[in-house]
T-cell receptor, first 113, second 112 residues
Framework: ETGVTQTPRHLVMGMTNKKSLKCEQH?????MYWYKQSAKKPLELMFV???????ENNSVPSRFSPECPNSSHLFLHLHTLQPEDSALYLC????????????FGPGTRLTVL | EDQVTQSPEALRLQEGESSSLNCSYT??????LFWYRQDPGKGPEFLFT???AGEEKEKERLKATLTKKESFLHITAPKPEDSATYLC?????????????FGKGTSLLVTP
C-alpha cells in the first residue's frame, strides 16, 4: 500500500448505529487530518493530530470522535449521526509543519439513513 | 464572507482550447496557497504550492501564478484527461497553523 488509504470506501448506517472510519498513511508523516466534504460546500477541516496529539478541533459535534493511536493511523468513531452528516469524509497527512503539503486519501462516502 | 472564492464554478472547453481558472482570497497574511485536482469519487490530488506574489509553478499543461489577491491556474491545450474539479486552498498566518481554507472548486470538462 502506498500513500494514504481509507476504509471502508462506502458506508451506509442508520442513525442509531455506531461505526468507525479508518485511515492509514504510508508516507512517514507526523500530522493527520479529518475533513468533511459535502455537496456544493468547500472541504471543512474537522480535526488535526500532530504526533498523536490533537492540535485542532473545529467545533465538531460530539457524535464524531477521533482517535490517533500512532502517527500512521487515524480513526473517526461515529455514533447517533444525523442524515445531514452524509458526506465524503477525507483523511489527509503531512510531514508536521503547518506549511507542509497535505496528501489526501480516497475518502469514505458515508450515507446516514 | 468566504475567504476563498473560485471562478468560474464550471467550465467547458474543447480539447486544445486554453483557459484560466481563478482563485481570489481575502486573508490578513498569506502563508501559502495550494492547488489540488479532484476526480469524481476520489480524494484531492496535490498540484502546487505558492508562497509569495510573483511566484509561478508549472507541471505539464498546468501553470499556477500568484498575486497579492488572487491565483490563476492556466491550462494550456487541455486534453480530456484534464477534466476534474480544481480546488484552491489558502493557509493564513493568523490561524493556529494547520487549517487550509478551501474554495468550492471549479469543475472543468474538456471535450474531444
Amino acid at each position: 500500500e502506498t500513500g494514504v488509504t481509507q476504509t471502508p470506501r462506502h458506508l451506509v448506517m442508520g442513525m442509531t448505529n455506531k461505526k468507525s472510519l479508518k485511515c492509514e498513511q504510508h508516507l512517514g508523516h507526523n500530522a493527520m487530518y479529518w475533513y468533511k466534504q459535502s455537496a456544493k460546500k468547500p472541504l471543512e477541516l474537522m480535526f488535526v493530530y500532530s504526533l498523536e496529539e490533537r492540535v485542532e478541533n473545529n467545533s465538531v459535534p460530539s457524535r464524531f470522535s477521533p482517535e490517533c493511536p500512532n502517527s500512521s493511523h487515524l480513526f473517526l468513531h461515529l455514533h447517533t449521526l444525523q442524515p445531514e452528516d452524509s458526506a465524503l469524509y477525507l483523511c489527509a497527512s503531512s510531514q508536521d509543519r503547518p506549511t507542509d503539503t497535505q496528501y489526501f486519501g480516497p475518502g469514505t462516502r458515508l450515507t446516514v439513513l | 464572507e468566504d475567504q476563498v472564492t473560485q471562478s468560474p464554478e464550471a467550465l467547458r472547453l474543447q480539447e486544445g482550447e486554453s483557459s484560466s481558472l481563478n482563485c481570489s482570497y481575502t486573508v490578513s497574511g498569506l502563508r501559502g496557497l495550494f492547488w489540488y485536482r479532484q476526480d469524481p469519487g476520489k480524494g484531492p490530488e496535490f498540484l502546487f504550492t505558492l508562497y509569495s506574489a510573483g511566484e509561478e509553478k508549472e507541471k505539464e499543461r498546468l501553470k499556477a501564478t500568484l498575486t497579492k489577491k488572487e491565483s490563476f491556474l492556466h491550462i494550456t491545450a487541455p486534453k480530456p484527461e484534464d477534466s476534474a474539479t480544481y480546488l484552491c486552498a489558502v493557509q493564513e498566518n493568523s490561524n493556529s497553523g494547520y487549517a487550509l481554507n478551501f474554495g468550492k472548486g471549479t469543475s472543468l470538462l474538456v471535450t474531444p
